[in-house]
């Protein structure tokens, strides 16, 4: 599937709207109100709807991603290896990440990665970057940095949400009391191959940790520090925090453990 899309995405003229719809020829673009759908792609009436009421920036991503379904249906022999591998929901499933896959690899082609990561390194910088480059969301840009990520490095973003109930202290009669109090958590996070630890989403960030410092001050920070786990456990890790938009784009660099000495032979 990313073979592809980026065999795809090399042929096309730019990657604005009406260039991502280059190579679909006779296929039309219609944007409108469409619920809770955020797109569709119609191989009979060679049209791609697109939802008017979402942001921008998933629109973009869901016409990368029903253009990914129309190069798969063009494609009979993945076709036939999906269906010969999997049957109903599993299938549905299994088409749906893959279109996943190559909206990605449309979107943001290994080119600009490699570029991006040559530039910054894989840093926060280089997500906040990713995702202004490509007009995609963060969460988007997080997920294909890190699968092209070499160094063990853990991406997160961070922002405010409402602390939920099982942040807060029930009272004296076992009840939790409603707040409006905001708390900064995780977003999203992954990690570059290899790397078996991640963040789970909802992950609170303490105050005194330099994520917080970052978002607060709106200043990027670059030191040491440490993977703040939701189980309390902190891992050393080289932070780099960069605040974008509300919001902190942040890799932590894992240390590397030191390449074994050779045995020496004997005489």
Known sequence: MRELATTYVQALPGLDTHSLMAGLDGVTLRFLPMGDRDGAYDPEHHVILINSGVRP????????HEISHALLLGNDDLLSDLHDAYEGDRLEGV???LCNVGAA???MPDTLIAD???RFGPSGRTLAELARRADVSASSALYALAERTEA???YAV?????AGAEEREPDEDGMVAPT?????TVRASSAAPGVKYSLRPGTPIPDSHPIAAALETNFPISQESYVPFRSGRKMPAYL???PERQAVMVSFALPVAPASAPKKEED
Do not use: H, M
Request: hydrophobic residues 50%; contains cysteine.
């Open 57 to 64: 920036s998933r629109q973009r991503f869901t016409l990368a």
């Open 95 to 97: 088409i749906e990440t």
């Open 105 to 107: 690899a449309i979107l």
């Open 116 to 118: 991006l990561i040559s």
């Open 152 to 154: 063990p490095v853990i």
């Open 158 to 162: 961070c922002a405010l949400s409402r």
């Open 180 to 184: 409006s109090t905001k708390v900064l």
């Open 240 to 242: 780099d925090a960069f």
